[in-house]
């Protein structure tokens, strides 16, 4: 993984000190049933002007809810 620049988080309080300054990209591929549980955490550990891409395949409506909520937390929610 290091070799390649790819950086693992076991948790997700390590996500600012493994990434740095701002702005952050999170990358994420979630099995689409455990977004609502896992999104939120990982947006705790997030700032405004960070960049959340959600890889999972979920249904388009709850994705535009989603992005709604990370919005209000300005956070850069995209769909990859």
């Avoid at 395949?57 to 300005?74: C, D, F, P, S, W």
Wanted: glycine residues 8%; charged residues 30%; negative net charge.
């Amino acid at each position: 993984r290091a070799e390649c620049g790819v950086q693992v988080c076991e948790d997700f309080s390590q996500i600012k000190t493994m990434l740095g300054p701002r702005p952050r990209i999170i990358f994420t591929i979630l099995p689409a049933h455990v977004l609502d549980e896992v999104l939120p955490q990982i947006a705790k550990e997030l700032e405004r002007g960070d960049v959340l891409v959600d890889g999972a395949n979920a249904n388009y409506k709850e994705t535009i809810r989603r992005h709604q909520e990370m919005k209000a937390l300005g956070i850069d929610y995209k769909i990859g």
